[in-house]
T-cell receptor, first 113, second 114 residues
Framework: DSGVTQTPKHLITATGQRVTLRCSPRSGDLSVYWYQQSLDQGLQFLIQ???????AKGNILERFSAQQFPDLHSELNLSSLELGDSALYFCASSVGGEKNEQFFGPGTRLTVL | AQKVTQAQTEISVVEKEDVTLDCVYETRDTTYYLFWYKQPPSGELVFLIRRNSFDEQNEISGRYSWNFQKSTSSFNFTITASQVVDSAVYFC???????????FGTGTSLTVIP
């Protein structure tokens, strides 16, 4: 158990809908990262937050957004969902800065029908 | 541009054989970090090792060893005397020294046959 929690574990929804994925980092970790893992595109870095502020952006679509709250948990919002958004979404956390070993949560499997 | 290449998509070995997983990276940075992660069938990603670009010393941890060669931009991972529990997808990753931005390879799926 990495100490990172993600909810829900599974999510099934329809095209055009909006969903929110939640992540709680390990105690003491200030950085949160979001990744998308799909069969055809591998593990794609989406976005990183450090202590509430956005630090780095990867291949995140404009339909997706994220934020990190004062209690350090983070939410990834996916809107106008398309079939191609079906994937495993991972959250990872690290202490931050140079201490950037990432510890991953169990992931949320999103299925868009 | 930053990039991580794991040319081996799938590898199968018989139990007790040694196996090396290749990782080649590209970066313009002079300081950076390299990582290996394991993703077993259960799906969770497990951190294995982090190496910074200053340290080219090879590392051994039990049956696992890592060979970092800056001259060839490679960070290869060897499992000695493989076991069935080693069956997983292994990812190599590169990050900026600041801890921001991570780049993952496409992974190597290792199957250890009993």
């Amino acid at each position: 158990d990495s100490g990172v929690t993600q909810t829900p574990k599974h999510l099934i929804t329809a095209t055009g809908q909006r969903v929110t994925l939640r992540c709680s980092p390990r105690s003491g970790d200030l950085s949160v990262y979001w990744y998308q893992q799909s069969l055809d595109q591998g593990l794609q870095f989406l976005i990183q937050y450090y202590n509430g502020e956005e630090r780095a952006k990867g291949n995140i679509l404009e339909r997706f957004s994220a934020q990190q709250f004062p209690d350090l948990h983070s939410e990834l919002n996916l809107s106008s969902l398309e079939l191609g958004d079906s994937a495993l979404y991972f959250c990872a956390s690290s202490v931050g800065g140079e201490k950037n070993e990432q510890f991953f949560g169990p992931g949320t499997r999103l299925t868009v029908l | 541009a930053q990039k991580v290449t794991q040319a081996q998509t799938e590898i199968s070995v018989v139990e007790k054989e040694d196996v090396t997983l290749d990782c080649v990276y590209e970066t313009r940075d002079t300081t950076y970090y390299l990582f290996w992660y394991k993703q077993p069938p259960s799906g969770e990603l497990v951190f294995l090792i982090r190496r910074n670009s200053f340290d080219e010393q090879n590392e051994i941890s039990g049956r696992y060893s890592w060979n970092f060669q800056k001259s060839t931009s490679s960070f290869n991972f060897t499992i000695t005397a493989s076991q069935v529990v080693d069956s997983a997808v292994y990812f190599c990753a590169l990050s900026e020294y600041t801890g921001n931005q991570f780049y993952f390879g496409t992974g190597t799926s290792l199957t250890v046959i009993p």
